[in-house]
């Protein structure tokens, strides 16, 4: 089945559909007081998302990063949050995420 590209005005969806008028319909479903903006047909079946587009540029793994915070901090959450802020200039938001996320993983 293809992948339709819906954008309202407030959202970027995928729709996995038949066609123009059902990647419309699952847009209005989802989203009924935003207006479609665009419907674009994707040329394969696969969604690649680019992470410069988004700004994602660094060379480190966040992930080796934040494991080897946890271990300076000897697990304390705040303090290795302070640490990955110190090293990668990320924001609290951003610092949390990734130190919580390698918590739940079992860094």
Excluded at 3 to 20: G, K, N, P, Q, W
Excluded at 23 to 38: D, I, K, T
Aim: proline share 4%; with cysteine.
């Amino acid at each position: 089945m293809p992948l339709f590209e819906v954008e309202t005005t407030s959202h970027i969806m995928i729709a996995c559909v038949d066609d123009e008028s059902a990647a419309r319909g699952f847009a209005q479903s989802n989203y009924p007081r935003e207006e479609v903006l665009r419907v674009t047909h994707r040329p394969r079946d696969a969604w690649v998302i680019s992470k410069n587009l988004l700004g994602i540029q660094a060379k480190v793994d966040p992930c080796a990063t934040a494991r080897e915070c946890l271990s300076k901090s000897a697990g304390d959450k705040l303090h290795a949050m302070r640490l990955y802020m110190q090293q990668t200039g990320t924001d609290l938001e951003g610092a949390r995420k990734v130190i919580e996320t390698n918590m739940a993983l079992g860094w």
